[in-house]
């Protein structure tokens, strides 16, 4: 079966960091690019970053890029989020989703919230 | 930068009736090497993660009900439903992928039972 599962959300201070995981299974991870779309309360989604198979490309929507890294380690089949000088503009559930072919995302994790507050 | 913008923004349909959900992107997201538009569409119910439906804007993903259908080209999308069941409830949303690896996806429409 097909399954990823985030963790790593919580409460963090504007400004501070926070550095989400998602652990793969069921399919042949390295085979893939994965992504991370957030969803603030009540909102639409948004897609944040994604990354090639092996790590050597990285994509970001402009309103991350330079505070958000993503990275992952094919040995334990995971993706990660570091993300730094968090603002509250990205309080969000957070989830990570697997890139298909040319670009749609299947299937999903169950999501993270980060929550962005003093 | 591809804008997707959905209509309505939400709409109430009886049981049994037909639902449209309209997607228009900012700019052609058909490839012409290959003939196919860079559309995908999800489903969203209350407290889950999306879901994907339909792919290449009319391909339907493994195990999505035939109630369910994508069409249009070009620049103009049409996700239908073709008889609301109670399950159906739930937020869509468009997305576009020719500008993989970047993606931008439309603001959702709310479905509801009339």
């Known amino acids: 079966e097909l399954q990823l599962v985030e963790s790593g959300g919580g409460l963090v201070q504007p400004g501070g960091s926070q550095r989400l995981s998602c652990a793969a299974s069921?399919?042949?991870?390295?085979?893939?690019?994965m992504s991370w779309v957030r969803q603030a309360p009540g909102k639409g989604l948004e897609w944040v970053a994604n990354?090639?198979?092996?790590?050597?490309?990285?994509y970001y929507v402009d309103s991350v890029k330079g505070r958000f890294t993503i990275s992952r380690d094919n040995a334990k089949k995971s993706v990660y989020l570091q993300m730094n000088s968090l603002r509250a503009e990205d309080t969000a559930v957070y989830y990570c989703a697997r890139d298909n072919d040319a670009g749609w995302l299947d299937p999903w994790g169950q999501g993270t919230l980060v929550t962005v507050s003093s | 930068d591809i804008v997707m913008t959905q209509s309505p923004d939400s709409l109430a349909v009886s049981l049994g009736e037909r639902a449209t959900v309209n997607c228009k992107s900012s700019q052609n997201i058909l490839y012409s090497s290959n003939n196919k538009n860079y559309l995908a569409w999800y489903q969203q119910k209350p407290g889950q993660p999306p879901k994907l439906l339909i792919y290449w804007a009319s391909t339907r993903a493994s195990g999505v009900p035939d109630r369910f259908s994508g069409s249009g080209s070009g620049t103009d999308f049409t996700l239908t439903i073709s008889s609301l069941q109670a399950d159906d409830v739930a937020v869509y949303y468009c997305?576009?992928?020719?500008?993989?690896?970047?993606?931008?996806f439309g603001q959702g429409t709310k479905l509801e039972i009339k």
């Open positions: 069921g399919f042949i991870f390295s085979n893939y690019w």
């Open positions: 990354i090639k198979e092996d790590g050597s490309e990285k």
């Open positions: 997305q576009e992928y020719y500008s993989t690896p970047l993606y931008t």
